[in-house]
């Protein structure tokens, strides 16, 4: 079993930054991919970042691309998204996942095996 567990949202005003983490516990081994998903409300879960576990490859949404930032550290099993220039349309539930099987894409939100209970980020204009 793995659990996911997320850290770092809260309330921050437009054009400032914030970073979100994700701690990995449990049966983590054979890790293809894990990325961060979001949900604002009355919207549809959407992918935001992803990020290959053994070569580091990372993937953005095109909302998200040259603002945000994952990161993850093999050692400590955790990942990081780091969120520059927000916006109050980034204003959602942050939610980090793993993907363990190899087969499809990183941008599969069916995909993902294990997801963490969530962190609300709420940018204000």
């Known amino acids: 079993q793995v659990q996911l567990v997320e850290s770092g949202g809260g309330l921050v005003q437009a054009g400032g930054s914030l970073r979100l983490s994700c701690a990995v516990s449990?049966?983590?081994?054979?890790?293809?991919?894990m990325g961060w998903f979001r949900q604002a409300p009355g919207k549809e879960r959407e992918f935001v970042a992803a990020?290959?576990?053994?070569?580091?490859?990372?993937y953005y949404g095109d909302s998200v691309k040259g603002r945000f930032t994952i990161s993850r550290d093999n050692a400590r099993n955790t990942m990081a998204l780091q969120m520059n220039s927000l916006k109050p349309e980034d204003t959602a539930v942050y939610y980090c996942?793993?993907?363990?099987?190899?087969?499809?894409?990183?941008?599969?939100?069916?995909?993902?095996?294990?997801w963490g209970q969530g962190t609300q980020v709420t940018v204000a204009s």
């Open positions: 449990g049966r983590t081994f054979s890790t293809h991919a």
């Open positions: 990020i290959r576990w053994a070569d580091g490859n990372t």
């Open positions: 996942a793993l993907k363990r099987t190899y087969t499809g894409s990183v941008y599969e939100l069916r995909l993902y095996e294990y």
